[in-house]
């Protein structure tokens, strides 16, 4: 039995056919006809009910048992695969999503902590929807994470860290900068500005949005936080963002509370494969992130 024996024994269990799994892998039909001779010697039992008046075979019990499993099989080796290169290149895939690495990293610097060991990452600044998925399927080590709800996922281990409400920011300019409160439905003749595809700020506006029945306008979706702080300073348009970004560098910005029932939680976690080997950096960087949540 070898590995590609599984990957011939997936594809013959979705096709039925040994001679359509045989094209389709450029292989003789005996290949295929042999590992499967192989699979069924080492699980001793008949994995596929052989009916030489048909084309086709059907699965036996214990083929559907092995069938069931063989997807997972397949996806720990190529998460395997994939972890272990990254350990031989001596790289660890870092997720943090730029609204939360600014202000993660304004903290540790605030309070003198040595970051020299952060070289040892290799960060990928996606949404952190996108990172989940990244995370999910193998191709990062370790993520920051922001969600619209408490973080879990049976294939990692996650641990939150903040939690944020989410604001109006506008222009001191703004008639809207001296209101104490606001309703999303007092905003709805407004332009917003906001942050694209694959952040979790925008699933909360696209929630919010459609409670009032997708009637807020979009001006602008960008990836670059400063960027829309610096357009809403010019009363070009509104943000719809958590406190948990940084506008420190940006004058001119009032942040606005929204009133309770039109009001998300913005939860920060991070999270990393339940059977993740991890390395010495990642449990400093683990051991940093403990210090400074609140």
Known sequence: MNLKDFYYFQELAKLNSFTAVAQSFKVSQPTITYAVKRLEDYFNCDLFIKDPSHRSVILTQQGQ????????????????????????????????????????????????????????????????????????VGDLDFSLLGSLRTLDHPKLV???????????????????????????????????????????????????????HNQAKVLLKLSEVSMIGQLVRENLGLIFLTDFVLFSDIEGLVKIPLVPEDNFTFHVSYAYPKQALLADATKQLIELLEVVKE
């Open 65 to 136: 048992i092995l069938a069931q499993h063989i997807e997972h099989i397949l996806e720990e080796v190529r998460q395997s695969k994939k972890e272990i290169g990254r350990a031989n290149q001596k790289v660890i895939k870092l997720g943090f999503p730029p609204i939360i690495r600014a202000r993660i990293l304004s903290q540790l610097i605030g309070r003198g902590a040595d970051l020299s060991f952060l070289s040892a990452f290799s960060m990928v600044g996606d949404g952190s929807l996108d990172l989940l998925q990244e995370l999910v």
């Open 158 to 212: 996650t641990k939150e860290l903040y939690q944020r409400s989410f604001y109006i920011m506008v222009s001191e300019k703004h008639p809207l900068a001296k209101k104490k409160s606001l309703s999303f439905q007092e905003v709805l003749s407004e332009s917003f500005i906001l942050l694209d595809e694959g952040h979790t700020h925008l699933e909360a506006f696209n929630q919010l949005n459609e409670k009032y």
